[in-house]
């Protein structure tokens, strides 16, 4: 059994979330349903601000993905001391690929695992420490089945969406859709601005990709 694996990288931070803030390191699974991630095709996608290379990647055994997450994180988190690191399986689409194996690996191995999809994709079973971070997209003939941990909605491009993941009782973030210079200038100013206006009438919880304020992967 291999996965299509386009990158595992870090340490870093989560930038978004629940977790955001929190040390941890990525595995990035290849594909998606949304859009093939070619350039060509990009502004008839489902997410034509979609900010992610998920295209093409190396297939990977699980032995093989978790040796190259102990090269980043030392091996045994516990006995080095490094048990504080997180895990977030992103893609892509990550529940195109991801079994039950992935996710019971993953979650006996951090302390933390974040799947963030988008929602058009049961998950399988999965340890009380895999997270599901849903930030849904529309898609033909693709419902978003998925009830997951939060929702993390793009404003205003998944703004539709918002009664729905409100109305769900749990946790609703809500977050400024960044241009690909971002984030600065004038659209993510006014994306900004719509955002904190649902924080403050609607409950909902800001989340700001910071990361990308702070210029790491």
């Known amino acids: 059994m291999t996965y299509r694996v386009k990158t595992i990288f870090g340490p870093t931070l989560q930038g978004e979330?629940?977790?955001?803030?929190?040390?941890?390191?990525?595995?990035?699974?290849?594909?998606?349903?949304?859009?093939?991630?070619?350039?060509?095709?990009?502004?008839?996608?489902?997410?034509?601000?979609?900010?992610?290379d998920f295209l093409g990647g190396d297939a990977l055994t699980l032995a093989d993905i978790f040796q190259r997450l102990s090269a980043l994180t030392g091996p045994g988190q516990a006995a080095t001391g490094r048990r504080h690191f997180g895990c977030v399986l992103s893609g892509g689409?990550?529940?195109l690929q991801a079994d039950r194996a992935l996710l019971e690996?993953?979650?006996?191995?951090?302390?933390?695992?974040?799947?963030?999809?988008?929602?058009?994709?049961?998950?399988?079973?999965?340890?009380a420490n895999v997270f599901l971070s849903c930030s849904p997209k529309r898609l033909p003939h693709q419902d978003v089945v998925l009830e997951p941990d939060w929702w993390k909605v793009l404003i205003p491009d998944q703004e539709r969406?918002?009664?729905?993941?409100?109305?769900s009782g749990k946790p609703v973030f809500v977050q400024p859709t960044c241009p690909d210079g971002g984030p600065s200038?004038?659209?993510?100013?006014?994306?900004?601005?719509?955002?904190?206006?649902?924080c403050l009438k609607r409950g909902c919880r800001l989340s700001l990709q910071i990361h990308k304020y702070l210029d790491i992967p």
Do not use: Q
Not at 23 to 50: E, H, I, K, Q
Not at 105 to 127: I, K, S, Y
Not at 161 to 167: M, V
Not at 185 to 198: I, S, T
């Open 161 to 167: 969406f918002l009664d729905h993941a409100l109305a």
């Open 93 to 95: 689409e990550p529940l």
């Open 105 to 127: 690996a993953l979650g006996a191995a951090f302390p933390w695992v974040d799947v963030e999809t988008n929602g058009t994709r049961l998950c399988p079973t999965r340890p």
């Open 17 to 52: 979330g629940l977790h955001a803030g929190m040390p941890c390191v990525f595995l990035r699974l290849a594909g998606c349903n949304a859009w093939d991630g070619r350039p060509a095709t990009r502004a008839a996608s489902a997410c034509p601000y979609c900010d992610t």
């Open 185 to 198: 200038g004038a659209v993510y100013a006014a994306n900004l601005a719509r955002c904190l206006d649902l």
